[in-house]
């Protein structure tokens, strides 16, 4: 009997020694973003994806986003974005940012960046035309008093193809900025002074007038970025237009419209102009800098 329960007794160890592991549950695999609080490989992740709808009384997108590779496939969610005004963006758009942990079960986007849309086949035609009259020129490309204006096409702050000529027939003061200038100087100033020329020309019956700020920005001046910039400072659009588009197309524009423009380190060497274009497309006047008055040019009106 002893020897009975001798050879019992290996059996039995094994066999509980692999309970244990035969009893616990694998590892589970799910589709599913892990919740509120829970532990993750990392406090945030970057996301790319399309805005499918905006709740703006919830203050809340819903995107579809890519696969987050290692912790959430792709698929449809409610986000909120840090310092984004969400009615300067559309469904349909394209973006990219930076997922934090969620908090009440919707998920944070900070360094929130709309992404450029495919290029619409207007402006891309109307770009190389505006090179291949740049190239033309040559040495001659800058635009004296008196010369007709270039042929342009751009978006405008609400992101429609914007044409040049589709102001023909109106007189136009156009300026160059970039919405991050830091120097209040200069683009500040000069968009205060088109302000000031823009409520002086309305109180004076001023009729057919069109303002127009191109960026020389483009990479970060998108059409929301123009629009978030008007809707912050009270600007009335009906009547002015925030330009951007693809880069060579604002290069060629700042040769030949006599501007200079440069990267920097986070910001551009720019000079500034602001020019009074006719009703029939040529060039009246220019003033370099921003020490122009309101005053000045709407006599010229």
Same mark, same amino acid.
């Not at 069109?210 to 970025?225: G, K, N, Q, R």
């Given at each position: 009997m002893k020897t009975s329960s001798r050879f019992h007794?290996?059996?039995?160890? +094994? +066999?509980?020694?692999?309970?244990?592991?035969?009893?616990?549950?694998?590892?589970?695999?799910?589709? *599913?973003?892990?919740?509120?609080?829970?532990?993750?490989?990392?406090a945030s992740h970057d996301i790319r994806g399309e805005i499918v709808s905006l709740d703006l009384p919830r203050k809340v997108l819903l995107i579809h986003h890519e696969e987050i590779p290692g912790y959430m496939p792709a698929m449809t969610m409610e986000f909120? *974005?840090?310092?984004?005004? +969400?009615?300067?963006?559309?469904?349909?758009?394209?973006?990219?940012?930076?997922?934090?942990?969620?908090s009440d079960g919707v998920f944070l986007l900070t360094?929130?960046?709309?992404? *450029?849309?495919?290029?619409?086949?207007?402006?891309t035609a109307a770009t190389l035309a505006l090179r291949q009259d740049t =190239?033309?020129?040559g040495k001659n490309a800058y635009r004296e008093i008196g010369e007709t204006a270039p042929s342009f096409t751009l978006y405008n702050q609400d992101g429609r193809p914007t044409p040049f000529d589709h102001f023909r027939g109106k007189r136009v003061v156009l300026n160059f900025i970039f919405t991050r200038c830091p120097v209040a100087t200069m683009c500040p100033a000069s968009t205060a002074k088109?302000?000031?020329?823009?409520?002086?020309?309305?109180?004076?019956?001023?009729?057919?007038?069109?303002?127009?700020?191109?960026? =020389?920005?483009?990479? =970060?001046?998108?059409?929301?970025?123009?629009? *978030?910039?008007?809707?912050?400072?009270?600007?009335?659009?009906?009547h002015w237009s925030f330009l951007t588009g693809p880069e060579t197309a604002i290069r060629d524009l700042l040769a030949q419209f006599g501007v200079i423009a440069e990267p920097g380190e986070n910001v551009f060497k720019h000079s500034l102009a602001t020019l009074l274009i006719g009703a029939d497309g040529k060039i009246l006047h220019r003033a370099d800098g921003s020490a122009w008055t309101a005053d000045d040019f709407l006599k010229r009106l």
């Open positions: 007794s290996v059996p039995l160890l +094994l +066999l509980a020694l692999t309970l244990p592991a035969a009893c616990s549950r694998p590892e589970s695999k799910t589709s *599913a973003p892990p919740a509120s609080g829970a532990p993750t490989a990392a909120t *974005a840090a310092g984004i005004d +969400l009615s300067t963006l559309r469904d349909g758009q394209r973006i990219t940012a930076r997922m934090g942990l969620p360094a929130f960046q709309v992404l *450029a849309s495919p290029p619409d086949p207007v402006v =190239f033309t020129r088109m302000m000031s020329l823009q409520a002086a020309a309305k109180k004076a019956g001023v009729e057919n007038l069109e303002l127009v700020s191109i960026s =020389f920005d483009s990479a =970060f001046d998108t059409p929301p970025v123009l629009k *978030a910039y008007a809707d912050a400072r009270g600007i009335d659009t009906a």
